[in-house]
């Protein structure tokens, strides 16, 4: 049965930092392909950053440049996101995605709230 499980979000200070964890299992992590999506109240769900199998590449969106990491352990079949001097834009649920090779087959997390106040 294949699971994502996230962990980490909370209610953090405008400025602050937070580091989500994405924990897998079920399938064979260091073949995917993973990312981190989020979803703001009324708007679309929006790709953060996603990072290659191996962990040799990644890319994130125009909006968390400079702010945001995303990092994989492999042997602990564990994605990771390093958010800092977050923003109240920032506010969302937060997805681990996953993506196997050579096939169409995809897999969610339940999501995990990050909420940026003062």
């Known amino acids: 049965q294949v699971q994502l499980v996230e962990s980490g979000g909370g209610l953090v200070q405008p400025g602050g930092s937070l580091r989500l964890s994405c924990a897998a299992s079920?399938?064979?992590?260091?073949?995917?392909?993973m990312s981190w999506y989020r979803q703001a109240p009324g708007k679309e769900r929006e790709l953060v950053a996603s990072?290659?199998?191996?962990?040799?590449?990644?890319n994130s969106a125009d909006s968390v440049k400079g702010r945001f990491t995303i990092s994989r352990d492999n042997a602990k079949n564990t994605v990771y996101l390093q958010m800092n001097s977050l923003k109240p834009e920032d506010t969302a649920v937060y997805y681990c995605?996953?993506?196997?090779?050579?096939?169409?087959?995809?897999?969610w997390g339940q999501g995990t709230q990050v909420t940026v106040s003062s």
């Open positions: 995605h996953a993506k196997r090779p050579y096939t169409s087959t995809q897999y």
């Open positions: 079920g399938f064979t992590f260091s073949s995917a392909a």
């Open positions: 990072i290659t199998s191996t962990g040799g590449s990644t």
